[in-house]
């Protein structure tokens, strides 16, 4: 079984500061990790993964997120945000064994402030 | 092939008819799954095939909804009877899995019952 939580429905920042979007996941296999982006009436769009190489996964746009297992969370960040990423951001889980079925979080709205 | 396709992108219909959405995977993908995702949610795991093969339906949201892929290719989701609270955006996503795969999506289907 596996699941995430977005711990933050709503996150509310001004332009060029930073960014932080939490994610913690549970997972009975080693899991890999994707955050993707939602902007309305966009379709989804990958931002980043994390496949058990580097626990820094860099992705577009400036955005990064840690793998930490220890803390089962995969947190993404982004250092200065800009009014073009407002939009909403899910934190997926896949787990390598079994189904690989890929479940979301809830989401996160991210409003960028000018 | 530029990614995967869903047909329609909006409909609307009447409480009590049918629909039926298709949606066309990326070629080399063996692997479609269908979500439904409604307003301020995460996308909700519906049912996936691996090939024609249905792998896994026990999360179609009543009998009403049924999925096909009858030669491995296309798939088509059918809403039976339809109801208010099916309105909702329904996604369509094809994989490869293997270790470093991510999901692509679908535009998405909205279907609105009136």
């Known amino acids: 079984a596996q699941s995430v939580t977005q711990l933050d429905s709503h996150v509310s920042v001004s332009e060029g500061t930073p960014v932080l979007l939490r994610c913690n996941y549970s997972?009975?296999?080693?899991?890999?990790l994707f955050w993707y982006v939602q902007h309305p009436n966009k379709g989804l769009q990958l931002l980043l993964k994390y496949t058990s190489a580097a626990t820094l996964v860099k992705g577009i746009n400036g955005f990064e997120a840690e793998f930490k297992k220890s803390e089962t969370s995969f947190h993404l960040t982004k250092p200065s945000a800009h009014m073009s990423d407002a939009a909403e951001y899910f934190c997926?889980?896949?787990?390598?064994?079994?189904?690989?079925?890929?479940?979301f979080g809830r989401g996160t709205s991210l409003i960028v402030h000018p | 092939d530029t990614g995967v396709s869903q047909d329609p992108r909006h409909k609307i219909t009447k409480r009590g008819q049918n629909v039926t959405f298709r949606c066309d995977p990326i070629?080399?993908?063996?692997?479609l799954y269908w979500y439904r995702q409604t307003l301020g949610q995460g996308p909700e795991f519906l049912t996936y095939f691996q090939n024609e093969a249905q792998l896994e339906k026990s999360r179609l949201l009543s009998d009403r909804f049924s999925a096909e892929r009858p030669k491995g290719s296309f798939s088509t989701l059918e809403i039976q009877r339809t109801e208010q609270g099916d309105s909702a955006m329904y996604l369509c996503?094809?994989?490869?899995?293997?270790?470093?795969?991510?999901?692509?999506f679908g535009q998405g289907t909205r279907l609105t019952v009136v």
């Open positions: 997926v889980v896949t787990g390598r064994g079994g189904s690989y079925i890929p479940t």
């Open positions: 997972s009975s296999y080693s899991p890999s």
């Open positions: 070629s080399e993908h063996n692997r």
């Open positions: 996503a094809s994989i490869t899995p293997g270790m470093n795969t991510e999901a692509f």
